[in-house]
């Protein structure tokens, strides 16, 4: 019963610092994300490489009667599983707002700012080399950040790195994925079936009421959540854009306050520990309730968004991301070299990524502070902040995820996709030196 008590007392410890354990599992989930994206690379380039790409191109499909929907395989990672990082993506997001990072305009100004510029300024540069012709539509793609590669850089440079800027990184990289979203919704969207989006809307609605009715029952939601997929797939708005409206809509505030959580399990241990019941099974009875008493406390204290977190976190860093990547990261590296990064596309998304970001990220963060906007933590210096804008620039599996809305034509996706690549890797290994040289002590 005490071994009970105390794994649940460990995780509740665990989530109390939610964003700490999240930078964790990202930073150790950009290590498998690279594994994939090399093993894709290396079996693309491989006698087996035919066969490889043809593997994500067949078709699966669900069939009612007459009723069907049918995808690639492929798509239905990019469609479908994708929708569950938008939505771990989307509860991280309420959770910041909410209670973390961005939770208020002194604590969020600083990221925001940072956030703005190293999408701006990115988007500008693809922008003065793609005015006219068929790279005009991929300017989203060096607008993104991938948090798990950035946050793994960081790990590798371990007590050398402060926690406030650990935290600047990662509060910035979740303003972006906002900026993405908005961008994905806005400009990345197919022609629109408003009849499904009608739809879609209702039961959005429904969604909320259920929040606001404060139902807690986590399967009704997932349940809805599925129909709030589906309709937005028909309707020509990209799929994954479900994930992140159902997050806004998932419960942030538990069912019981800490207070009442210990009050009520003192009480049960107490009982449990004083008990002096001789009927062998009466007692073990009795254990086996207030057990079940004290797990159902445990659940309780924690909010739905936080477990829904905590749940999906570890699928998402070491599964579905990791998936895309080995599913998408399969670039053919043949042919003419340096026609496949001195093209308009190419050179817009290397140095949009690589030059773009961290201009960006410290332009305006250092005009944000100067206007009195934002305030600089004291332990971060603004050299600092200039490195972490080149981690900025690792692009990979956001930059990837755009790339494959913008553009259709596989010659040009390939070339977008390779400079991707060449702008990650310049990105990290700068970001990486520049660290390494200004980072004072860590503080404990």
Not at 128 to 157: C, E, Q, R
Not at 264 to 290: A, C, P, Y
Not at 352 to 370: A, D, E, H, W
Request: proline share 3%.
């Amino acid at each position: 019963m005490m071994i009970q008590f105390l794994k649940e007392k460990k995780i509740f410890d665990r989530i109390k610092d939610p964003l700490v354990e999240f930078m964790r599992m990202e930073a150790f989930g950009g290590i498998v994300l690279m594994f994939f994206t090399i093993l894709a690379m290396v079996l693309t380039n491989s006698m087996f490489g035919e066969s490889f790409l043809a593997y994500w191109k067949q078709h699966f499909g669900i069939h009612f009667g007459e009723w069907e929907l049918s995808k690639t395989l492929i798509h239905w990672i990019n469609d479908g599983l994708m929708a569950i990082f938008f939505f771990v993506v989307g509860l991280e997001i309420k959770r910041e707002v909410l209670t973390g990072g961005l939770s208020s305009i002194k604590k969020a100004s600083l990221p925001i700012f940072g956030a703005i510029g190293g999408m701006v300024v990115p988007a500008l540069i693809y922008i003065a080399f793609n005015l006219s012709g068929s790279g005009t539509h991929g300017w989203g793609v060096p607008m993104a950040t991938d948090i798990a590669f950035a946050l793994g850089i960081l790990l590798l440079l371990g007590k050398r790195i402060p926690t406030s800027l650990k935290l600047l990184l990662t509060s910035i990289a979740i303003v972006d994925d906002i900026g993405a979203v908005i961008v994905i919704a806005l400009y990345y969207t197919n022609q629109i079936d408003w009849i499904y989006l009608l739809y879609g809307g209702g039961i959005y609605a429904i969604l909320w009421g259920l929040n606001l009715l404060k139902v807690r029952k986590l399967p009704i939601f997932l349940f809805f959540g599925v129909l709030l997929w589906f309709t937005l797939l028909k309707s020509g708005v990209h799929a994954t854009l479900a994930g992140i409206l159902l997050a806004f809509t998932i419960p942030a505030h538990a069912n019981r306050n800490v207070s009442e959580f210990i009050r009520s399990n003192t009480v049960l241990l107490k009982e449990l520990g004083t008990t002096l019941l001789k009927d062998k099974k009466l007692k073990e009875k009795k254990i086996q309730s207030s057990i079940t008493a004290v797990e159902g406390n445990c659940i309780e204290v924690i909010s739905p968004l936080e477990r829904l977190e905590h749940f999906f976190h570890p699928w998402v860093a070491y599964f579905i991301v990791p998936l895309f990547a080995f599913s998408n990261a399969g670039v053919i590296l043949g042919g003419d070299v340096i026609s496949n990064i001195l093209n308009p596309i190419s050179l817009g998304v290397i140095l949009g990524l690589f030059l773009g970001k961290p201009i960006g990220i410290f332009l305006f963060s250092y005009l944000g502070v100067k206007m009195g906007f934002a305030q600089k933590p004291k332990k971060i210096c603004w050299s600092q902040i200039i490195g972490i804008g080149f981690l900025g620039g690792i692009g990979f599996t956001m930059s990837f995820f755009v790339s494959q809305l913008a553009f259709s034509d596989p010659l040009i996706l390939n070339q977008a996709k390779i400079a991707v690549l060449v702008a990650s890797v310049m990105s990290g290994l700068l970001g990486f030196i520049i660290l390494k040289m200004v980072s004072s002590k860590v503080e404990k």
